[in-house]
């Protein structure tokens, strides 16, 4: 037990180690060579609250070799109709058994093999692109011949002790990890907006319709095929979190059920598959997909360290496991506080730090939920702000 938990945990903190320095000064995309031809795909289902303004925000990144376009999907409101009154190519898809961004995705694509472009930038409906990102994107997958994923970061709309909290989970997640791995030379997962592919990379995906987290998947299974993912700090996307509690707690439990359940599906497989070819890419995403959300992960650890000692004081069990798990506990909390003072302290004061135990036990029904089987199985849309 004390030795499933030790390995995760070092890979947390050497990915949280690595990729805590500050960043280099970011480099624009530049050259004199023409960029690729591309397309951002834009899934959308019931988005009228924020397609226009994210549409009018992607409208800065087309030019003559970059196009739109929006896969209105199962949509029962004006989404399709703001969406072409914005100016973009719009399809529709209608198919209420099939619901979700893996289909949507499944759609678009078959709806570009007509023409297909040499690169497809995958954006989120509710997302912001910082001002060339989606030209870096399009440049790097397209030198690579890589699937390249922006750091994607999820903000809260206003501050306060979970969203506080859950920002830094998402800034150590998102950024912090990937650059870690970045720095390494390894590969990293896909996170769900800002994805980048080339066209002959991405019609080798397998279908990913029914899944949580069906960017995470699409991954790893590319990684499989022979194109792991590359993170791109350079590129930024942003969105915000629902305002609403309910909605919040909707979106986390869909993230995290589908989290565990890859990792718990695809984690030591990949591992054994990197052992067992050699593979370092391969190995490394298994190892970092290993580690689970934070609170999950803090919570685990403390159990542990607990557990093992009532076997020292009580069980005479010897001190090992004991000083092992709490070094661990002690290593993760350091590096989260290290990533938090050098990239975090913009967006959660330290009086929210206080606030971590009990956000922990906050999402305690969520994981005993999964525990208990009770899983989330399929996909639901998340309830926009009016």
């Given at each position: 037990?004390?030795a499933l938990?030790?390995v995760p945990?070092?890979?947390f ?10 960043r280099?000064r970011?480099v ?6 023409a960029s690729?031809r591309?397309v951002i ?21 087309l030019?003559e ?6 896969v209105?999907?199962?949509?029962e ?8 009154g ?5 399809v ?5 058994s ?7 995705i499944e ?7 007509k023409?297909?472009?040499?690169i497809v930038?995958?954006v989120d ?5 910082e ?7 399009a440049e ?6 890589r699937?390249?994923?922006?750091e ?11 969203t506080?909290?859950n920002?830094?989970a998402f ?14 030379g390894?590969?990293?997962q896909?996170t769900?907006?800002?994805?980048a ?5 991405i019609?080798?995906a ?6 949580l ?14 194109s792991?993912?590359l993170?791109c ?6 969105s915000e979190?629902p ?10 439990r ?6 565990l359940?890859t990792l ?11 052992v ?7 190995l ?10 934070l609170?999950?992960f ?6 542990v360290?607990?557990l093992?000692?009532?076997?020292t004081l009580?069980?005479g069990?010897?001190a090992g ?24 302290r ?8 206080l606030?971590v135990p009990?956000y922990?036990l906050?999402?305690?029904?969520l994981?005993l939920a999964?525990?208990a089987?009770r899983?989330?199985?399929?996909w639901?849309?998340t309830?926009?702000?009016?």
């Amino acid at each position: 037990m004390t030795a499933l938990c030790c390995v995760p945990a070092a890979t947390f903190v050497a990915e949280v180690l690595i990729g805590t320095p500050p960043r280099r000064r970011r480099v624009t995309a530049r050259g004199a060579a023409a960029s690729p031809r591309t397309v951002i795909l834009v899934p959308a289902h019931n988005e009228r609250s924020v397609i226009v303004g994210t549409l009018d925000n992607l409208r800065g990144e087309l030019d003559e070799q970059t196009s739109l376009l929006v896969v209105a999907d199962n949509c029962e409101d004006d989404t399709p109709a703001l969406a072409e009154g914005a100016g973009a190519r719009v399809v529709r898809r209608v198919d209420p058994s099939r619901r979700g961004k893996g289909y949507a995705i499944e759609f678009g694509l078959a709806e570009l093999a007509k023409d297909p472009p040499e690169i497809v930038v995958i954006v989120d409906a509710d997302c912001r692109v910082e001002k060339g990102s989606i030209r870096i994107l399009a440049e790097r997958a397209h030198s690579t011949g890589r699937p390249v994923q922006a750091e994607y970061l999820i903000l809260p709309p206003r501050l306060e002790p979970r969203t506080a909290v859950n920002a830094v989970a998402f800034l150590i997640k998102n950024r912090v990890r990937p650059l870690g791995l970045l720095r390494l030379g390894l590969p990293t997962q896909l996170t769900g907006s800002g994805m980048a592919f080339p066209w002959d990379v991405i019609r080798k995906a397998p279908a990913m319709g029914a899944y949580l987290v069906e960017d995470m998947l699409m991954g790893l299974e590319l990684a499989r095929l022979g194109s792991p993912p590359l993170f791109c700090p350079e590129a930024r996307v942003k969105s915000e979190l629902p305002l609403r509690d309910q909605a919040q707690s909707g979106q986390r439990r869909r993230w995290e059920h589908g989290h565990l359940a890859t990792l718990i599906a695809h984690g030591p497989r990949l591992v054994r598959d990197g052992v067992l070819r050699g593979d370092l890419s391969l190995l490394a995403l298994g190892l970092d997909l290993l580690v689970p959300p934070l609170s999950l992960f803090v919570l685990g650890l403390t159990v542990v360290v607990g557990l093992n000692a009532l076997a020292t004081l009580v069980g005479g069990l010897g001190a090992g496991p004991l000083v092992l798990s709490f070094g661990a506990l002690v290593a993760v909390g350091a590096s989260v506080l290290g990533a938090w003072l050098t990239q975090g302290r913009e967006l959660v004061p330290l009086r929210y730090a206080l606030l971590v135990p009990g956000y922990v036990l906050w999402k305690l029904p969520l994981y005993l939920a999964f525990a208990a089987r009770r899983k989330q199985a399929t996909w639901e849309q998340t309830e926009r702000s009016p």
